[in-house]
């Protein structure tokens, strides 16, 4: 198979699994999350932390580069929502996670695990 026919079967792969997406984000746009406290905190310092721009000289990045800047971002944006709308309960923190909030800190945790 040529791989412009591959590239066309994986678009097409693509769209099914955004149809799936868009089923799953209509049932469950956001799901209840209880996290530790110290977790919670860490989360909310990420979103309140100022950058110093300095990967803004850097032309080229590896893709561990961009996974981590990717999962640093995604770690922001929980903390945004924690800081937004977590509510204490005990010694931890409940928030309401949108529902690709909560995939990219399960898939961080599924590639942690299988290091």
């Known amino acids: ?8 079967r994986y678009r097409e792969d693509a769209e099914v699994l955004a149809a799936i997406g868009a089923c799953v984000r209509a049932g469950a746009a956001r799901i209840d999350v209880r996290l530790p406290r110290a977790v919670a905190d860490a989360a909310v310092a990420a979103w309140r932390r100022e950058e ?15 996974v981590l800047r990717d999962r640093a971002a995604e770690l922001a944006l929980i903390g945004a929502a924690i800081a937004e709308r977590g509510r204490p309960d005990g010694g931890d923190v409940v928030v309401a996670l949108d529902v690709e909030s909560a995939g990219a800190a399960a898939r961080a945790a599924s590639c942690d695990r299988s290091r």
Do not use: F, N, V
């Open 1 to 8: 198979m040529a791989a412009e026919e591959e590239y066309a």
């Open 52 to 66: 110093t721009g300095a990967l803004e000289e850097q032309r080229e990045e590896s893709r561990e580069q961009y």
